[in-house]
């Protein structure tokens, strides 16, 4: 089965990318379509980049949390991005990791759980797709938005939606797809 | 004077971004219409954003770190950011610095120096404009986009051409007329 890398793109204090992160681990373990891991960028805490060489260079890297990241990295087949925006953008800590490494998103389909006030993400999400093609990924045109007004209730639990639900299922199927099409074209190359 | 910081938006190393900086600090310290401050964020040295509240609230600020970027920004007018372009986007340690805060942010303007190998940086400048229009800044149209293809010799060195002196003096004289409306604005306000 493809590895399904589900990176959580939040890192401050506060956050809920992590409960998001973790109801849509579920959905996707239900799915069944894929070897399921949680890659939270919080408990992986890499500075910003720090490396001596480029990312396009390849390596070898200089530092430890490096190769931990460009493993865990390398060893996915598919990824979901659950992502908040901030400022209509990106957060700071995933176009981090993002530009840490290059080689090892090749060619890898991504999808996304975005989350906002009442944006649901959107923008980010819009935001990032250049920065996937730039990265030779492939961003999938389905996705779950998330507005958090309407799914965390006065005591700030999230109270997934079936919309939610059935917009991961529909996003899960094309991932799973656009993951078998893009490892066949790895083996191939 | 209206003060103006140059925020070098690269943290790297091997960066290019502090003598692009430090070129620009001489032109704009030449050009004689502001008070010329470099904020370079590799000195800074912020962390991810790690404050208990959220920007948008104001503070109070629980870390040192945060009342200092606070100080800094607040007491500027307008703002140039030297930024590098990294997979399509801007960089970052940028986004990190510019969503720590908020009301600091709020009706100055912003001008751009970016950079990159051909792209010149300028789709990373179109990325951050939005970013920047929900700080309720108010970017500038001019830039000086900076192809290092063009002006780093062989031994790395930065070699600036007339355009680049001719863009950034067109860029300061907007800023400068930019500057005084927005401080006019927020006396009023």
């Keep these: 089965m493809p590895r399904l890398n589900i990176v959580v793109a939040s890192t401050r204090p506060g956050r809920i990318g992590h409960v998001i992160g973790a109801w849509f681990a579920g959905v996707a373990a239900a799915h069944g379509g894929f070897e399921v891991h ?3 960028l919080a408990e992986l805490n ?3 980049h720090d490396e001596p060489g480029q990312p396009v260079d390849g ?3 200089a530092h430890e949390h490096t190769r931990r990241w460009s493993e865990a990295t390398d060893a996915a087949d598919a990824f979901v991005f659950v992502m908040p925006e901030y400022n209509r953008g990106y957060s700071a800590p995933l176009k981090n990791a993002l530009d840490y490494l290059y080689r090892e998103w090749h060619h890898k389909p991504a999808g996304f759980v975005s989350y906002g ?3 649901a993400g959107m923008r ?3 935001q990032l797709k250049p920065v996937l093609g730039a990265l030779r990924m492939v961003p999938l045109a389905e996705s779950v938005n998330v507005a958090l007004r309407q799914v965390v209730d ?3 639990t999230l109270v ?3 919309a939610m639900g059935a917009a991961a299922q529909g996003m899960l199927d094309e991932l799973r797809l656009m993951a078998e099409l893009m490892t066949a074209a790895r083996v191939a190359a």
Tied chains: 1, 2.
Aim: hydrophobic share 40%; net charge negative.
């Design 160 to 162: 997934p939606n079936p």
């Design 38 to 40: 949680v890659v939270d």
């Design 117 to 119: 006030m009442s944006s």
């Design 46 to 48: 890499l500075p910003f």
């Design 59 to 61: 390596g070898p890297y």
């Design 124 to 126: 980010a999400v819009e």
């Design 154 to 156: 006065a005591d700030g």
